[in-house]
Structures are given as structure tokens and as C-alpha cells.
């Protein structure tokens, strides 16, 4: 993928006086009492709206929130405005529309370094299917444009890839550009040795991260629910962990793939199992081969948590996608704890270490480690896209560097 044009490349001249409108990713959860209970996004979208309201630029940002069908109030931007402002240190104006008369009036008005938020762009159903009409009216309110939202970036929605074709320039927001330097950079140019551990509940997942991964890396480790599918497909019992069936052939190829590439790939040696799923469930370590019926796998073991990490300590770059065991009861998340305190460690060392998205980043925000990881990717499914190799359509619209 070529280097694209970032935010960083606009100076004073470019931006003063001018409207940019910024796709950011908002998408932040939000409490029944509409209070936002982790706000990681709207800090993560900071640094490019600064820039721009320090270069004099008039700033309209655009988010989604939620899935909303149609004009939700639930999934209104509103509870938004007032930690926004609070961030960014001016009162942000907010839109009760994302197109129209009212918004283009608030647009006008907007003074060199004012913030106007737009309300959900998901509103319209325009948006999900690329509409060009309502690409064109979401561009008609601004002069350039900047994609700071790498979590929407593999979706060729209106305002992630629709407005780049009317605006120019139209560039990568700061946040952008840091996922695609790390995610790009280390799967392309990796400082050797390179490992990946990949986790999470299915094999079918994670297929294409692994087949992309496997031409790269030199070690592989596999944790999590997928796990069991590799042992099955070796003959091992499993007892009634989980399995997917039609997957065993699959696992068979992806271990003989790792061996003709001369790929370490290691499966626990042991595992935590119980006796149903459950926080308070009955549980024991034992052997991978030897789980008996009625019992299943939840975590890795002891053993398998002391080969991980020395294997980790031979690396210089790290990429962990999914967890080692059901991270969500305390009871089974030693391996996946083990995890992010040895990358934390090992990043303190100087080893590039990458987590990348979905549960893993929450796992690591849940032991307090986040600060502690080179990059924290924000983009669940847009970075198993990159990881798996496939092209983003909201980084292909932005002009190349």
C-alpha cells in the first residue's frame, strides 16, 4: 500500500480559514444513562482536531454511532459534546442533522478554529451503501477532507470513502497515520525475529490473519477457543471443548503451511479446563492431549504460559490479535494476563509490540497495561483486514505522500 498524505503535511497556509471536515470514529460505548464509560476514541481523535483548530482550520466532524436504523435518538452524538469540549478546550457546536440548510448555516458561522459536530451519519441509510448524492452533500460543507477513522477505514461507507472523490485534498488524520506506520510497517519491514499470537474462540476468524501471517513471521503462537480445533484435528480427545468441525482439514494444512515455511508454531502443551462455562465453574490443569469427556478447555496452562513467554523473549517485533482463554472470568484469564504483562515487559526492552484490536486491546486495558504497549490498535475489524493483507477502501480514497 503506498504512504498516503497525512495531516501533518498541511501547514497554516493550507488549513487557516478553511473547512475540514474530519471522519473520526467516535463509536464510543455508552451506559443506559447515556454516560460514556470508556472514552479511548474521543481521546484517540484529539491530537488531529488540535492541529487543525490550532492552524486557524473551521473543523466538522463526522462519526457514527452505534447500528442504528434510521433516526435513533439512543444513538445520538449529544452525549458527546461535553467531554469533547472539555478535550479540546473550546465549546464544540452541535448539529442536529448531518446535511441540510440548518447544518450549512452553523458551518457558515463557525469562526477559524471552531468545532461543529455533526450528528449520526448513520442516520441515513445513505451512508452504509456509499451513496454519491449523499457523499456530495456531506462534502459540499467543507474544502478538504481528513480521515482520522481507522476503525470505519475497511468500509466503503459515504463519509469514509465517498466524500474523498468531491474534496482535495483529502489526507490521513494523525491516528490514522500511526495505525497504518505500525500495522503496515511491521507486516511489511518487521525487525526479526517476528512473532504473532493469535487467540480468540474460532479457527474461521482468524484463517485469513494467519495465512497472511504465516509467509511472515518466524514464530506463531495459538491460544484461545480455536485451540481445540488444532487438537482434534490431531486426534487428541477434547472432551466437550469447543470444536469446529468442519474446520479440522483446514487446521491440518495451516500446521503443515507452518512447517514447509520453517514457521515455529506453538499450541499449549496444557490447559485450564472445567467442568461447564462458567465464572464459577470447577476447574483443573492438565495435559492438551488428555481432557476428559465432559470437561472443556477455557484457558492455557502453566506450562504453556512458561513457553510462550521465553519464546517471546528471542523476538523484536510482537503482534497479538485474541485472547489466550475466556478473559472475561477472572478464574480464566491467567494465560491472556500472563500475555500482556510479558509484552509489557518486553516492550520496555525495546520490542515493537503491536496489539491488534478487538479483545485483545480490551485485555490489555482490563490488566491496566495499555500505556505500557508500543501501538494500540483501534480497529477491530479494519486491522484484521490490514493484517490479513486485503486493501481499505477508506486509505485507498486518500491521496498517496
Known amino acids: 500500500m503506498a504512504v498516503k498524505k497525512s495531516v501533518g503535511d498541511l501547514k497554516e497556509a493550507d488549513l487557516k480559514g478553511k473547512r475540514v471536515f474530519v471522519r473520526v470514529d467516535l463509536n464510543v460505548p455508552l451506559d443506559e444513562n447515556q454516560k460514556i464509560t470508556d472514552d479511548t476514541r474521543i481521546r484517540s481523535s484529539v491530537p488531529t482536531i488540535k492541529y487543525l483548530m490550532q492552524n486557524g482550520a473551521k473543523v466538522i466532524l463526522c462519526s457514527h454511532l452505534g447500528r442504528p436504523k434510521g433516526v435513533t435518538p439512543k444513538y445520538s452524538l449529544k452525549p458527546l459534546v461535553p467531554r469533547l469540549s472539555e478535550l479540546l478546550g473550546v465549546n464544540v457546536v452541535m448539529a442536529n442533522d448531518c446535511i441540510g440548510e440548518e447544518v450549512e448555516k452553523l458551518v457558515a458561522a463557525l469562526p477559524d478554529g471552531g468545532v461543529l459536530l455533526l450528528e449520526n451519519v448513520r442516520f441515513y441509510k445513505e451512508e452504509e451503501k ?36 468531491f474534496l482535495k485534498p483529502a489526507v490521513a488524520g494523525f491516528l490514522m497515520q500511526k495505525e497504518l506506520d505500525y500495522l503496515v510497517g511491521a507486516v511489511a519491514n518487521p525487525k526479526k525475529p517476528f512473532a504473532a499470537i493469535v487467540g480468540g474462540s474460532k479457527v474461521s476468524t482468524k484463517i ?194
Open 130 to 165: 456509499n451513496d454519491p448524492e449523499f457523499a456530495k452533500k456531506l462534502a459540499a460543507l467543507a474544502d478538504l477532507y481528513v480521515n482520522d477513522a481507522f476503525g470505519t477505514a475497511h468500509r466503503a461507507h459515504a463519509s469514509t470513502e465517498g466524500v474523498a472523490k
Open 208 to 401: 485469513g490473519v494467519m495465512e497472511s501471517l504465516l509467509a511472515k513471521v518466524d514464530i506463531l503462537v495459538l491460544g484461545g477457543g480455536m485451540i481445540f480445533t488444532f487438537f482434534k484435528a490431531q486426534g487428541y480427545s477434547v472432551g466437550s471443548s469447543l470444536v469446529e468441525e468442519d474446520k479440522l482439514d483446514l487446521a491440518t494444512s495451516l500446521l503443515e503451511k507452518a512447517k514447509s515455511k520453517g514457521v515455529s508454531i506453538l499450541l499449549p502443551s496444557d490447559v485450564v479446563i472445567a467442568n461447564k462455562f462458567a465464572a464459577d465453574a470447577e476447574s483443573k490443569v492438565v495435559p492438551a492431549s488428555a481432557i476428559p469427556d465432559g470437561w472443556m478447555g477455557l484457558d492455557v496452562g502453566p506450562d504453556a504460559i512458561k513457553t510462550f513467554c521465553e519464546a517471546l523473549d528471542t523476538t523484536k517485533t510482537i503482534i497479538w490479535n485474541g485472547p489466550m482463554g475466556v478473559f472475561e472470568f477472572e478464574k480464566f484469564a491467567v494465560g491472556t494476563d500472563a500475555i500482556a504483562k510479558k509484552l509489557a515487559e518486553l516492550t520496555g526492552k525495546g520490542v515493537t509490540t503491536i496489539i491488534g484490536g478487538g479483545d485483545s486491546v480490551a485485555a490489555v486495558e482490563k490488566a491496566g497495561l495499555a500505556d505500557k504497549m508500543s501501538h494500540i490498535s483501534t480497529g477491530g475489524g479494519a486491522s484484521l483486514e490490514l493484517l490479513e493483507g486485503k486493501p481499505l477502501p477508506g486509505v485507498l480514497a486518500l491521496e498517496d505522500a
